[in-house]
Nanobody, 115 residues
């Protein structure tokens, strides 16, 4: 069974850090690029970060560049999103998206940045 499971979300204060994880199972993970998206309340889903199959290529939305880092461990079938210096506007549900021969989505993990 194909699964993408995000975890690591939570309630944090501005300036704090979180690390999200996206664990895959049921498919050949190292053959898939992975993107993180997020959807804030009342807004459309937006791209956050992308990582290629080997991890050597990464891209970021301008809004998170310099604060977020995407990485992957193919031995663990997991992609990470390290989020530093979190801001109120980073509040959203974060989704993992695997792109390859097929496209898979996770169920999302909620991040709330609040004082």
């Amino acid at each position: 069974q194909v699964k993408l499971v995000e975890s690591g979300g939570g309630l944090v204060q501005p300036g704090w850090s979180l690390r999200l994880s996206c664990e895959a199972s049921g498919f050949t993970f190292n053959g898939y690029a992975v993107k993180w998206y997020r959807q804030a309340p009342g807004k459309v889903r937006e791209f956050v970060a992308h990582i290629g199959t080997s991890g050597s290529i990464t891209t970021y939305a301008e809004s998170v560049k310099g604060r977020f880092t995407i990485s992957r461990d193919n031995a663990k079938n997991t992609v990470y999103l390290r989020m530093n210096s979190l801001k109120f506007e980073d509040t959203a549900v974060y989704y993992c998206n695997a792109l390859g021969p097929y496209v898979y989505w996770g169920q999302g993990t909620r991040v709330t940045v609040s004082s």
